[in-house]
């Protein structure tokens, strides 16, 4: 390895872990602006994204990219659908933060990259290695064991899950990169985040014009809070290995499970067994992507998977 590339690399990981330790202490930002309704919390997030993400845009010169998806209908179709799946994760995962459901939050993005996988063999036909199948295995077990034993069936972390899935299955369909991307996601949200925005207004329920200067400053805070660990994640997705990103993608639900630790939430048996069957899904999965990544690079090692021919 060269010296460019392993000063690339220490940049990866420091960006990489600057996005997702971010993410994973999400819930303190959504915490210490409880008082204000989820609904609002949202708008303010998509409001203050556009101008954030127009200056890191026009200081990374790719304002060009965004012209060129305006002028394309199909991919201002596809940015349309997935706007409308990261809204609604963003509300489902506001809206369980402030109602003392961070455990679940945190369960729904462990479980995220193996709904990916199984998206996967749904809709394109892929096989799931041996480890795969064991992973989701582990993880379908615990899902059912919290539902059936702790009576709780866990709608806002299969939400989540699906939701970032359908997410970044849609992102997958049209070549843009990340920032110019969400900028334009926020952009088409806009309309629908400030119409949200004056009912709330016309209703006094606005937190906003309040007169309270800490919680306005905390809402206008909630544009950086969105776009820079987009931005980090970028850096660090051009400089590592997928399996290394994809490894590293677990730092953020852990972070919010300690967070949920933190707030006092309660931790029942059932929540045990559950994350625990998670965890050893989690580990299985990484050895999996690890395995893959070491045939892509040789690929005389072969490869087994499981599934119909």
């Given amino acids: 390895m060269t010296a460019g590339e392993r000063s690339n690399a ?3 990981v420091v960006t990489a872990l600057l996005a997702y330790s971010m993410w994973g202490v999400f819930p303190v930002y959504f915490k210490i602006v409880g008082s204000v309704l989820p609904g609002e919390v949202l708008v ?3 409001v203050w994204s556009v101008p954030f993400g127009a200056l890191i845009l026009m200081a990374r010169g790719q304002f060009p990219a965004v012209r060129a998806a305006l002028r394309d209908w199909r991919t201002l179709g596809w940015l349309a659908l997935a706007a409308l799946s990261i809204a609604a994760n963003w509300f489902i995962y506001i809206w369980a933060v402030q109602h003392d459901r961070i455990f679940e939050a945190s369960l729904g ?3 995220n990259p193996l709904v990916f996988v199984l998206v996967g063999v749904a809709l394109l036909g892929e096989r799931l290695t041996r480890l795969q199948l064991i992973a989701v295995g ?3 077990c615990g899902v059912i064991i919290l ?3 702790g009576g709780i069936f866990p709608w806002v972390s299969l ?3 699906l939701l970032f899935t359908a997410y970044g299955v849609i992102r997958k369909q049209i070549a843009i990169g990340a920032m110019p991307g969400l900028f334009l996601e926020t952009l088409l949200l806009l309309p629908f985040a400030s119409l949200w925005y004056f009912v709330l207004e016309s209703r006094g329920q606005a937190a906003f014009s309040s007169g309270d200067t800490s919680l306005t400053l905390l809402l206008l805070a909630g544009g950086p809070i969105t776009v820079l660990p987009l931005l980090f994640f970028a850096t660090a997705a051009r400089n590592l290995t997928l399996t290394t990103v994809g490894f590293m993608q677990f730092l953020a639900p852990t972070l919010q499970f300690v967070t949920g630790l933190y707030y006092g939430e309660k931790l029942t048996a059932a929540h045990i067994w ?3 069957l998670i965890w050893i899904a989690v580990v299985v999965f990484s050895v999996d992507a690890i ?3 070491r045939r892509r690079k040789n690929p005389g090692l072969g490869g087994e998977a499981v599934g119909n021919e």
Wanted: with cysteine; proline share 0%; charged share 10%.
């Fill in 274 to 276: 559950c994350f625990g």
């Fill in 138 to 140: 582990f993880s379908a």
């Fill in 159 to 161: 939400s989540l899950a």
């Fill in 147 to 149: 539902t059936a034993y």
């Fill in 291 to 293: 395995i893959q990544g």
């Fill in 109 to 111: 993005y462990y479980i």
């Fill in 44 to 46: 303010h997030r998509i």
């Fill in 10 to 12: 220490r940049l990866g």
